[in-house]
Each structure stands twice: as C-alpha cells, then as structure tokens.
C-alpha cells in the first residue's frame, strides 16, 4: 500500500511562518504535523510514500531524507494548483496498489488499520468527522448501510452532519483516476479548480461502495488559533514534557512541552506552551504559545501567541506572530 500526500500548498493563513517554513513542517507539541502522521503510518506497515509537492519543495524532500530514511519517497510537483482532484493525477504514475490519500492540513484520531479488515466489495473508504456547524464543510450523504451517496459543499440545510476530512483509503485505484480524468476533462468548479470529491461521486455512479467511517477526533492546523487549539490537544495527550529540574522562581502550568536545551529564568511557562530546542525565557509569563527553536523571550507577557525560529522578543505584552528571524523589542533602549 502506498499513500498520497498533497504538500504543495503555499499555506497564506499561516503566513509569515510558511514563508521559510512549508505548512505540513511547523510543529504542535514536540515535532512536525507531518510526523504524526508519517508515524502512525509507519505503525500500519506503510512505508512507501508519493508527495505530491510544490512551494518549498527542496525543505519536503530534505525533511523526508533526513528524518525518514526509511520511507521509500516520491515526488511530484504541482507546478499551477488547480484542485485536489488535479493534486492526485499527478500521483497516477506511481500508484499501481491500493492507496491511503491524506491532506495534510489536520491530524486525526482514526483506526487506519481497519482497511486490512474490508469485505472484498468495499472499493475504498472516507473517513468523517461528526459536526454541528455543518454549513462550513463538504458533509456525505450515506445510505443505511453507511456508504457514500453524495457530498455536498456548505450545506444550508443539514443533510449531513459529517464534515470530510480530507482522510481516504482507496482500493479500487483504477476506477479512482477513471473518475479523475472524467473530472479533469469536465468544467471546473466555480472557484475555476477540479475537485477530488467529484472523482468520489463518479465512483459511486459507477456502483462502487465506499464506506464512511468516523473518526474521533480532527485536529486543524491550517491557520493560527486552530494551529495552537491543536497544539493544546497534542499537550494534553501524550506529548508534554517538563524539565526534571527547575531554576528558582519558575512555574510551570501543565501542559507544556520543554524541550532538551530550554533555559527558563524566573518565569510562568503554561498551560498549553511548547518550547522548542534551544529556547530561552526569562522575567516572562507564556499561555497558549508555541515557540521555535533557538528564540529568546524576555520580559514579556504572551499569549495565544506563534513565535518562529531564531526570534528575539523583548517587552512584549499580548498576543504576536512572529516568522523566523524577527526582532521586536519594546520599551527598552
């Protein structure tokens, strides 16, 4: 089995982070989202990876090379994005098996190993998230045995209450990329792009079963107050982590995570703060942030805040986001 990950995504929401940094690569708690999720498929037995790549390609493929040796990785480049069904035609040159399709824009709590338990007709599954403010997605019409009818786009009646999470298990490969050249080879959508989901509803047309299955949990990390919401979520799981000392004059309000290499002075770290490798704070009060390697934090009060790699924040009050090599420094000569 191999899985497809679009990465080409520019990330604008999460600027200026992803300026220097691509979107699946910013951290929650102490790694990568793409990590989370290259290691729960490592756990499933799946090593074989096509990425479907584009802005900042060159850190993908050096991150790849570095911290995933392992992985037998390809690489596609998405040169215009236009779509998601557009992102996976560009995959169909590697893929020769039953695939996993994951965007990686969220983490998610999902049973991934049920697809090595699927009865022979079931030709994929989309794994969904049960919502109540089902008009901000595309939501699936099941039938009474819980397989795909239809997705609508922003329901303004509820049709549906669960929300597709970008999240798919494929068997039937061939009749997936038939349904994306019919795609491709119709009209775009009104925003102009080709739309995977339409490659799904072709399938079903066809006769193809694909099962829904819920998830129980869905995490966003596409824009800053989701990515620290699921940094929160992360912490207070099984990813903090505290010093087994601390100086005099430090507090810590669980859950943080403190990385090997932290110096903490005379400070009020948490809850729900990441200190990445080489960070320092001192005289200063964190809530709700997540901070980068090598940064340094003084004399500040700061929440809800993002701060990058190699930043340098003095006298600051509030809330701040703040890409790698940034200085800001307030009320100090």
Do not use: C
Not at 247 to 255: A, F, K, N, R, W
Not at 306 to 330: A, E, K, M
């Amino acid at each position: 089995m191999k899985v497809v990950m679009p990465v080409a995504g520019k990330g604008t929401r999460l600027r200026p982070h992803t300026h220097l940094v691509p979107k699946p690569l910013l951290k929650v708690g102490d790694k990568p989202v793409l990590s989370y999720i290259l290691d729960d498929l490592r756990e499933l037995g799946v090593n074989e990876a096509v990425l479907i790549t584009g802005h900042l390609k060159e850190k993908v493929e050096a991150f790849m090379a570095e911290e995933y040796p392992d992985f037998k990785a390809e690489y596609t480049e998405q040169k215009v994005q236009r779509g998601t069904a557009d992102a996976i035609a560009l995959a169909e040159p590697f893929v020769r098996e039953e695939m996993l399709i994951i965007f990686v824009d969220t983490l998610f709590d999902a049973d991934l190993s049920l697809v090595r338990r699927l009865p022979e007709d079931v030709a994929g599954v989309i794994w969904a998230m049960e919502v109540e403010d089902y008009q901000r997605f595309g939501v699936i019409v099941t039938d009474e045995n819980g397989f795909m009818k239809q997705i609508i786009e922003k329901p303004s009646e509820p049709v549906s209450k669960l929300a597709n999470i970008g999240l798919y298990y494929i068997r039937d490969w061939k009749l997936l990329f038939e349904g994306i050249h019919h795609v491709m080879n119709s009209e775009p959508g009104p925003s102009g792009e080709y739309y995977l989901t339409d490659a799904f509803q072709y399938m079903v047309d066809q006769g193809a079963k694909l099962k829904v299955e819920p998830v129980h949990g869905w995490y966003d990390a596409g824009k800053p107050e989701t990515l620290l919401e699921t940094n929160a979520h992360v912490l207070g799981t099984t990813r903090g982590r505290r010093p087994e000392s601390l100086s005099d004059g430090v507090t810590l309000h669980e859950p943080v995570h403190v990385a090997d290499g932290v110096t903490l002075e005379n400070s009020e770290i948490g809850p729900n703060v990441t200190l990445s490798a080489g960070a320092a704070v001192r005289g200063s009060k964190l809530r709700h942030t997540i901070v980068g390697e090598k940064s340094t934090i003084e004399n500040s009060e700061l929440r809800d805040s993002l701060i990058g790699r190699d930043v340098t924040v003095r006298g600051v009050h509030g809330q701040v986001d703040l890409g790698d090599n940034s200085v800001v420094t307030i009320g100090t000569a």
